[in-house]
């Protein structure tokens, strides 16, 4: 199949002979920054992108998707929850409470946010059941024989140096009532009966649950302190706490996850484009050696210009070949690119070679995922940068007087 006039002119201006090996070369470095640039900024794209991800799954893993409060505190738990429970898309509720105080066990001893917690319940608001390592949490509930039960985070436990059926001790600040008196914070024994790993190192260096009538009593009160809800898509949250109080009053409070934890997904998105416009940059300049590539090509080809202008060709189709000249340069570093990007990407999100502090991002490795929008903008935006870049040399091209052009060859 014969190639249109214009497309064919361009490809043979691109493949050069050896005495203009110099445009060729300038143009094969313009298609491999595009390439360059293009791929840098895919990686980049999908590196933020399975962070948010990991980071959100695991956040909405081991936390709940609502939470839930009341102006003047939960009067009836179970009553609320049962309500809560009706409300469209919620699929579980539980009545939690929570205080701060500090795990002891022999010299050891570390912070601790206690949760109390319904074992039964709360395995439907949080993927708590499923991050078990070593118990259970029905062991939590509460018994009239031996110490009651508490499960820990693992790092947690491995600081304190405890396992299964060892002891701890919580220190807490509240005061503790008896028939002598008001006294101050004493400690409070409890048997480990089950160790977790929910993946987030704030929940395994720093949380214990227990049953929550002892959590009641490790806190000093006397009811939950919120209901926490899970929905069956955790992007319709929103919807279901801005529902709460017009179905149950207005003194019901309630927060969806993505608000609780709106400062780190803002942070997470302002790195995403920082980083995608730095990495951009990197196309632009691709772009820039497009535009030397083809004026030096105009002013090397301004006899052969003059010469097609002279034999019938427009103004226009002068024009046409040089925008394809530019294009084939944007479409082959544009393919190569997404090539090459597709390809670190799968290698570095299977093999996992990229790993991170986890005191810092809360995963040990960093998680590559290209959402396919993300994918076809980069394309897109490349080849319109390369499209841009065509334009000026494209239209002096085409104006080029052949009179002037022939006048000294």
């Given at each position: 199949m014969d190639l249109p006039f214009e497309l064919?002119?361009?490809?043979?201006?691109?493949?050069?002979?050896?005495?203009?090996?110099?445009?060729?070369l300038i143009s094969f470095i313009s298609v491999l920054g595009v390439a360059v640039g293009v791929m840098a900024?895919?990686?980049?794209?999908?590196?933020?992108?399975?962070?948010?991800?990991?980071?959100?799954?695991?956040l909405v893993g081991s936390t709940a998707h609502v939470y839930v409060w009341k102006v003047g505190g939960i009067d009836n738990a179970d009553a609320d929850v049962r309500r809560l429970r009706e409300l469209p898309h919620v699929i579980g509720a539980a009545p939690v409470v929570l205080g701060q105080g500090l795990a002891q066990s022999g010299d050891a001893n570390a912070p601790i946010m206690i949760k109390g917690i319904e074992p039964a319940l709360e395995v439907t608001v949080t993927d708590l059941g499923r991050a078990m390592q070593a118990g259970s949490l029905d062991a939590l509930k509460p018994n009239q024989e031996g110490l009651p039960g508490i499960v820990l985070g693992k790092d947690l436990a491995a600081k304190l140096s405890v396992s299964i059926n060892d002891s701890v001790r919580i220190l807490t600040p509240q005061e503790t009532l008896t028939p002598f008196g008001v006294f101050g914070a004493r400690?409070?024994?409890?048997?480990?009966?089950?160790?977790?790993?929910?993946?987030?190192?704030e929940f395994d260096s720093g949380y214990g649950f227990v049953h929550l009538s002892d959590g009641e009593r490790l806190v000093g009160k006397t009811r939950p302190e919120m209901i926490e809800l899970r929905t069956d898509d955790l992007f319709v949250a929103r919807s279901v706490a801005d529902e709460i109080p017009e179905r149950l009053g207005t003194d019901y409070l309630a927060e969806d996850w993505a608000e609780s934890n709106k400062q780190l997904f803002q942070a997470l998105w302002l790195e995403k484009m920082g980083l995608s416009i730095a990495i951009g940059l990197i196309v632009m300049i691709a772009a820039l050696n497009i535009v030397a590539s083809l004026v030096l090509l105009v002013m090397e080809k301004s006899r052969d210009i003059a010469i097609l202008k002279t034999m019938g060709s427009s103004s226009a189709s002068?024009?046409?070949?040089?925008?394809?000249?530019?294009?084939?340069?944007?479409?082959?570093?544009?393919?190569?690119?997404?090539?090459?990007?597709?390809?670190?990407?799968?290698?570095?999100?299977?093999?996992?070679?990229?790993?991170?502090?986890?005191?810092?991002?809360?995963v040990s490795y960093v998680p590559f995922k290209l959402e396919v929008l993300d994918g076809l903008v980069v394309?897109?935006?490349?080849?319109l940068i390369c499209f841009v870049a065509t334009i000026y040399p494209s239209r002096q091209a085409s104006k080029l007087d052949p009179a002037q052009a022939l006048r000294y060859q």
């Open positions: 064919f002119v361009a490809v043979r201006y691109l493949l050069a002979r050896r005495k203009q090996a110099f445009i060729s900024l895919l990686i980049a794209l999908a590196l933020m992108t399975g962070l948010q991800g990991e980071l959100r799954d695991r400690p409070h024994a409890f048997k480990v009966v089950g160790i977790f790993s929910l993946g987030l190192l002068i024009r046409r070949i040089f925008v394809l000249q530019g294009l084939i340069i944007g479409l082959l570093g544009t393919a190569a690119g997404a090539i090459g990007g597709l390809s670190l990407i799968y290698v570095l999100d299977r093999y996992k070679l990229i790993h991170v502090p986890m005191d810092v991002y809360q394309i897109a935006c490349a080849v």
